[in-house]
């Protein structure tokens, strides 16, 4: 009899204790599945320095299990040159993000592997220095002509499809690659001239689709 209430403690106990690690497996869950996540792109530094301008993006996504809302907002100043032009490019831009985090995590980590949609919005200014007029009439050698003009209050609106990879490096300290296709929706366009550049958006003198891709670091808070 002893030896049989005995066993039912034990039994008892082991439940208990099974019931104990459930718990806080699934405390550890909820505590894992909130977070805020603030990023900032190093690619793009580093790219814009390269070209002759400079360009700051900075993000914030809010994380609940596997779905992520964000804002990204970047401020640009870039120089573009081609045969027949030369201007200066001054702006902002922000765009807004939904996507779904498709890594299934361990409790306590927080690594991504995403997908997701953005609608982008910019604002800026065109500074123009030279343009090459093509006369109507053939000529052996178009004139430049070499002024400063400007063109203010621009913007263009486009959407985004994207995609992003964050891994742990260190405790908290994120390293993510990120790319992404975009589409052209519209803009004002300045008069006589074209909205070639878009910050945020890169050109559209081609056509309406864009590409982008980028590197950063970002660190993960629990909430």
């Not at 082991?14 to 996540?37: C, H, M, P, W």
């Not at 807004?96 to 919005?121: K, Q």
């Amino acid at each position: 009899m002893l030896k049989f209430i005995i066993n039912i403690l034990t039994l008892l106990s082991g439940t208990t204790l099974l019931f104990a690690q459930a718990d806080s497996i699934v405390s550890n869950e909820k505590k894992a599945s909130l977070g805020l996540r603030p990023a900032y792109d190093i690619g793009k530094k580093i790219w814009s320095r390269y070209r002759g301008g400079n360009i700051d993006q900075i993000a914030l996504h809010l994380n609940y299990n596997n779905h992520i809302a964000g804002i990204v907002w970047g401020k640009e100043q870039m120089p573009f040159t081609t045969d027949r032009y030369d201007f200066f490019t001054s702006g902002s831009y922000f765009k807004l993000e939904y996507a779904y985090n498709f890594y299934e995590n361990w409790p306590g980590t927080s690594n991504e592997i995403t997908l997701g949609i953005r609608y982008a919005h910019a604002t800026f200014d065109y500074t123009l220095y030279r343009f090459q007029r093509i006369p109507s009439v053939p000529v052996f050698m178009p004139a430049d002509e070499t002024f400063s003009r400007e063109f203010k209050r621009l913007d263009a609106h486009w959407l985004e499809i994207t995609s992003a990879v964050r891994a742990e490096i260190f405790r908290g300290l994120y390293l993510e690659l990120h790319i992404s296709g975009k589409y052209y929706l519209n803009g004002k366009r300045p008069q006589n001239f074209g909205l070639i550049y878009i910050p945020g958006f890169h050109t559209t003198n081609v056509s309406k689709f864009g590409f982008g891709l980028g590197y950063g670091i970002s660190y993960y808070l629990r909430l």
